[in-house]
Every structure is written in C-alpha cells, then in structure tokens.
C-alpha cells in the first residue's frame, strides 16, 4: 500500500521538468520516498472498510500525505525545529536552501486542495467540498497549525498532561482524522456508525501515535529513528515520557491502543485492516 | 468597498479569544487593517459585471485576500525578502517572531480555503468547486508559489523581458486572475463571453500593477509606499524599470492599461467598476 501511495504522489507531484524546476524537484524531493504513508494507510483502511474502491482512495489519501509532508518541510526549518535529518535524508532546507524550502511547503499544501478538487474519480461536488472543507480545518488554526502554534510556544514551559493533550490533538490528532474521515467519504454514502467508529477510533491512534513518538524519541537512537533523537529532552519540551515516566507512558500507548480496538468492537473481518494499523502504530519498535 | 471588505474579513479570521489566541491574533495582524484590496475590488467589479449579489462575491474576495496576506507574510520573512515594513506598520515576523508568522502564513492559506468549502450562501456546489479548483492553482507552484520560486531563484542575475514577465504572471498575475474569475463565478451561470473578458482584463491589469509597482519602487519614498522603497535596486533584482527605464516602463503600464480597457469595449455601463479599478491601479501615484 505504500508502493501504491508513492505511485499516486508521483503521478500527482507537477515532473520537474516543468518550470519551476527547482521548487517541482523539492517538492519531490518532500513528498516522495519515505515515511510510514501512516496517514495514507489510515484512508485506505478507512475507506475499504466503508466499502470505497481503492481508486477512489487514492486522491484523498495523497493530498493528506502532501500536507503532512509540507507541514515537516515547515517545522524542520531553522525558525522551526531546525532540523537537519527527516525520514534518515537531509531536510530539504538543507538541499534547496531555507527560502526554496518555505516556498515547497507553501506549494504542497496548494496542491492538497488542488488535486481534491479537480479528481475526476469522486463524481461527487458535494463529497470532495466535505473533504476540502475537513483537510482545510484539519491543517489550519484550530488544527495542525494551530498545534505548532501551541508547540513553539510551549518552549521551556513544562505543561500539563492536559495541556500537552491538546497540543497533540491538534498538532499531529487532527490530520490523522481527517485522513481517516477522507478515506470514509472516498465512498459513496458511508454508513454513519462506521463513519462515528472510524471517527472514534483515529482519535485514539492519533492519541496513541504521539505517546509512541515520544517513547521513540527517549529510546531510540537517530539511525532507527530517521530523524535526530533525544531533542525533546535537549530542547526542554514536556513529552508524555518527560510528564508521566517511560513506563506510564507505555502504559498509555496500550490503553489508547485498546480504545482503538473498542471502537470496532461492533465490526468483523472488514475492519481487520484498521486493527491491523492500530497494532502497527502501538508496537513500531517496543 | 474597502471597508466591506474588512468586516467580511474580520467575520471570517478566528477570534483572538479563541486558543492558540497567539496564532489568531497574528492571523488578524497580517489580513485585517490596510492594504488597497485591489484583489478584493476586482473580484467585487467582476461578480457584479456578471450579476453577482455582492453579499455572495463576499467570501470569494475574502479568501483571495487571505492568499494574499499569507503570501506577504512569508515573502517578508528573513529567508526570503526579510523586510522590515509592511503597509505602514512592522510585518509580522517582526511582531510575531519568524515561527509564528510561518505559521500565520500556513493556517491563513487553509483558511482560504476552508471559508469558500463552507460558504452558506453559494449553494451550488459545483460553483464552489471550481473556486477552491482556481484558487489552488493560482496559489501553488504554476501559479503564486512558482513565480516566487522563479523570484528567488533569479536574484542576481539579470532577467530578460520575458523572464521577468512569466515571473511576474506567475508571482502576482495568477492571484489578480483568481480574483477575477472568483468575482465571476459567484454569479449563478456567468455568461461565457463576459467571463473571457474579465480573464483577458485581468491578465491585463494584473501585469500593469506590476509594471507600475516597480515604477513606484524607482521613484517613491518608503514613506508614500508603505514599505521599504528602492529595495529592487539595492537588492539587485530585474525590474521592468531596470530592463526598460522609466520612462518606457510608464508607456507599458499605459499600454497594458489600454488593453484592459478594450477587453471591455463590447460592454456598457456594466463595466464602469472594472474602468475605474484599472484606472486607479495604474495611476495609482504618478
């Protein structure tokens, strides 16, 4: 299902021989070639499980893995994160410059929205305007941007658990919905209940992704991570890990975990892709 | 109109009471209080050329108003143009910190798009549809982002007229379009012929805007412009006043001015509000 994703994102990324060549290469270079495609693998069992045929999957499903693609572009920046290692490569700011880089995340997220409306599989206006109007909420103030809006100010602050919450929520909760509600409306007419089970379930990975990142981040080393580790700690930022402990935190991942599994409770062998992801996002490396 | 303008855009930016209320404030710092909407008076001439309400052209203008304030504001950060001035007052990096003005420029752009997907008084959603479609296009890397990109990419090095013109289409004529072509498009069914005329009056318009931008550029004071003057010289950057001189560049932007004006000669009294908006983008100071 990766593979199929990185075909979608290929075949919906402008080639970079078109002009400009430069900012088409780094988006390329963002959005393609890595990652665990988590979001993307969320719509698709989402979607199968609400009886969409993939094809329809794959448009809503690529343009949440661009904006979560912009959104690291974005937050590796040197007035972000400043980081200089994603998905184990160099950030692209460090390849095409801070400015090229400002200028590939702007792009992506246009591109989101951009290949929504414009899917010639999704017959449907008023289904593709209730997905553009759920990735636009998910990405903005009361979503992702808001989140990191919450993050860097957060900074040397210690927060509550409640408060870390809601940063989360926002931060990484909010497009990892969305990516399950996309993939719920590649259907036509989904069932409502197994709209409110997904809906109820990707709350809870989402949840349970972040506590499995900040476990990540305490144990791993960068080479298994991808990506420069023990930075939460160095940048004095609250993490489950920091507020609860590495052992409550685990403890945490399971009963999120659980919740998720609840959720499908009512569902058969069509939601075994969703418990299958659920199990991937809790147990990727404890 | 201006002031209409203001209130829709203040009816539809989150309120600072709202969290991240840091986020929400500098998301009203860079879209409310200045500018010459020049963008949101066309879409207005345009949706009434073709027999909009103006209450329906309403949030079309605001959310090209909203493009373009996310694009100020991440073009004025350091890695890009890092100026210090922006219609009279500091940008909002200035005021904000680099990080949370990315940020204001990210969730500005969703919220482009989320305010015209929910828009209650379009009620065809085709109609919207195809907005959210011109809109992404004209902000992504064909159309704004790629002419920023070109913009960068060419500091230093001397542009050709053409160069300079596809930069130009791109980075601020593929916005001014939109505008158009939103303002007509909130009309329910536009006639055709008058929508080509508005796309052709708007290609128009939107390069002399330009043109006169780089006059006013040459010869005004950062007092009268509202922001840091003779940069374009300093900063080495092709202008049509560098390529041309001045006193050619004040013959294209006459010229430029007089093909808006025939793209409209088939039509009356209809179409005062698009003369006088050329008018006044071309005689803007001189």
């Known amino acids: 299902m990766q593979t199929r994703m990185e075909l979608v994102l290929d075949a919906h990324l402008p080639a970079t021989a078109i002009m400009p060549t430069r900012l088409h290469e780094g988006m390329r270079y963002a959005a393609l ?11 698709y069992a989402a979607g199968e499980f609400c009886g969409a045929p993939l094809e329809h999957i794959d448009v809503p499903a690529a343009s949440v893995e661009m904006i979560h693609a912009f959104s690291l572009v974005h937050d590796d920046l040197p007035c972000m994160d400043d980081d200089d290692l994603r998905r184990g490569k160099p950030t692209t700011h460090k390849v095409y410059g801070d400015a090229m ?32 109007h759920i990735l636009a909420l998910a990405s903005g103030s009361r979503g992702m941007a808001g989140g990191q809006a919450i993050d860097i100010e957060s ?4 927060l509550t658990r409640e408060e870390l919450e809601q940063m989360h929520i926002h931060k990484t909760g909010a497009l990892i919905r969305a990516a399950a509600l996309l993939g719920a409306y590649s259907a ?12 109820h379930f990707a709350k809870a990975i989402g949840l349970a992704f972040q506590v499995v990142d ?32 590495l052992s409550a935190a685990k403890q945490l991942a399971s009963e999120l975990h659980a919740n998720a599994m ?12 969703l418990r299958q992801l659920a199990n991937f996002i809790t147990q990727r490396s404890f």
Chains 1, 2 share one sequence.
């Open 188 to 199: 036509d007419a989904p069932d409502e209940e197994k709209v409110k089970a997904i809906d």
């Open 33 to 43: 070639g890595g990652g665990k495609r988590v979001r993307a693998l969320l719509s």
């Open 155 to 158: 900074i040397g602050i210690p």
């Open 262 to 273: 609840a959720a499908l409770s009512f569902y058969g062998r069509e939601a075994d892709c």
């Open 214 to 245: 900040d476990i990540l981040d305490a144990e791993a080393d960068t080479q298994t991570l991808g990506k420069t580790a023990g930075k939460d700690a160095r940048n004095n930022k609250s993490t489950y890990v920091t507020i609860l402990g």
């Open 101 to 132: 880089a400002l200028l590939v995340g702007d792009a992506l997220q246009s591109l989101a929205f951009q290949i929504i409306s414009q899917d010639k599989l999704l017959n449907n206006a008023t289904q593709k305007l209730q997905m553009l």
